[in-house]
């Protein structure tokens, strides 16, 4: 072959590469793309089983005890009314028994939740699951990996105002994801969500875009993905399989994880790059909470600053002697325009942080510092007046 030959098929080859670069189509790539991530992040996400735990019904009161992580129980079963049946003739003994799932919503009923899906965080063992998976106090936690190997997992720490909890597994090498930091997701960047209930050998995948950042008070990321919780505890991911955080049910009143906006369109990531040093004291058993000063303002007062309505007698603002009337100007040094940025400065710090308050008293101005408490008891429950407490999102309009 002489040397000009050879040089234009050098340049057919060229061109017809040209050609077919040109005309791949776009979604075959994002598929591709897509399938990358999911394989990258899949021996990083395991499935998670509750076994136990006491299941109320709404006239029982809340499933989640105030926020607050219940005392773990030893496997006691709650003690039984003799069966009123006793007595009666077996058909009918048979027809009351034989209505199906009527005994998952009587009182004290210990019961098996069911599957749903954790994330990897440290390669011995430490794995972070949705608050959602413990809701009912279980007395075994069990956890499975990808390759099959099952575990049963010890409750560690929670943060109840991002959703999320701690477990431990007696396990060493596992495969531990890249997590990326929440400041650099850009809104309108694909998201893609894993599940690991339904199928051991592949997740569930579910497609989305990043809808908004620093939601909940800047502790979650909003993606329109399907999320359920079928993948609640299960990562958020970018299109490098890079973790953006993890699937929780989030309130609208961003205080403690809920199944408000189930089945909405809208879900969310709970950040993970950015809390480090949460997840250490997670580590520990701590159960974190979203702070509380305990004052309402007065929507009335245009700014700048906040002016205080009302002072709860038994809050922290009531220690540090803050009052009707006063108008808080400043925390941390930072500027206070109205009513609405104290309260997101305030719900952004957690329970035992500390905040620095300039305040106006009379034309004068006030520095006063208080340390935040765990929102109250009292206040969670009047949340959730004139609700169904905890029906599952499957239960709606039984």
């Known amino acids: 072959m002489t040397r000009p030959t050879c040089s234009v098929l050098v340049l057919a080859l060229a061109l017809a590469t040209a050609v077919a670069a040109q005309d791949q189509d776009p979604l075959l790539e994002l598929q591709h793309l897509i399938q990358r991530a999911a394989e990258r992040v899949a021996p990083c996400t395991v499935r998670v089983e509750t076994f136990g735990g006491v299941r109320r019904a709404a006239a029982a009161g809340p499933a989640i005890a105030d926020g607050a992580r219940p005392e773990p129980r030893r496997g006691r079963r709650p003690a039984q009314k003799p069966d009123e049946d006793e007595h009666k003739p077996p058909d009918e003994k048979e027809g009351r028994r034989g209505r199906g799932l009527e005994g998952l919503v009587t009182p ?12 990897i965080l440290a390669a011995d063992g430490w794995i972070a699951v949705s608050r959602f998976a413990l809701a009912y106090d279980p007395t075994t936690i069990l956890v499975t990996l990808a390759d099959g ?4 997992a010890e409750r560690k720490g929670e943060d109840t105002s991002r959703g999320i909890a701690l477990v431990k597994i007696a396990a060493e090498g596992l495969p531990v994801p890249e997590i990326v930091d929440p400041e650099t997701v850009r809104v309108g960047q694909w998201a893609i969500v894993l599940g690991r209930t339904f199928g051991q050998q592949q997740p569930s995948v579910h497609l989305g875009i990043v809808s908004a950042t620093r939601r909940i008070f800047g502790r979650a990321v909003q993606v329109d993905a399907n999320c359920s919780p079928a993948n609640y505890g299960g990562p958020v991911l970018d299109l490098d399989g890079r973790v953006i955080g993890l699937c929780t049910p989030l309130s609208p009143a961003g205080r403690d994880a809920g199944v408000d906006w189930y089945d909405s369109g809208i879900g969310f990531a709970a950040t993970l790059g950015d809390i480090g040093a949460l997840l250490a004291r997670m580590r520990e058993g701590e159960v974190l909470h979203r702070g509380w000063l305990g004052v309402t ?18 809050s922290p603002a009531a220690g540090i002697g803050l009052k009707a009337k006063d108008v808080v100007v400043e925390v941390d040094g930072r500027p206070v325009r109205h009513h609405f940025e104290l309260q997101m400065l305030i719900a952004s710090r957690l329970a035992g942080e500390k905040a620095a308050l300039a305040v106006e008293r009379g034309g004068e101005r006030v520095a006063l510092e208080v340390v935040l408490a765990p929102l109250p008891a009292a206040e969670r429950a009047a949340e959730k007046k004139g609700r169904v407490d905890d029906p599952m999102p499957w239960e709606e309009g039984r």
Request: zero cysteines; hydrophobic letters at 30%; aromatic letters at 8%.
């Open 108 to 119: 004290g009923f210990l019961q098996t939740q069911g599957a749903t899906t954790g994330l």
């Open 149 to 152: 190997r099952s575990f049963e």
């Open 297 to 314: 303002t007065d929507p009335a007062f245009t700014g700048p600053g906040a002016r205080i309505a009302n002072v709860d007698p038994t």
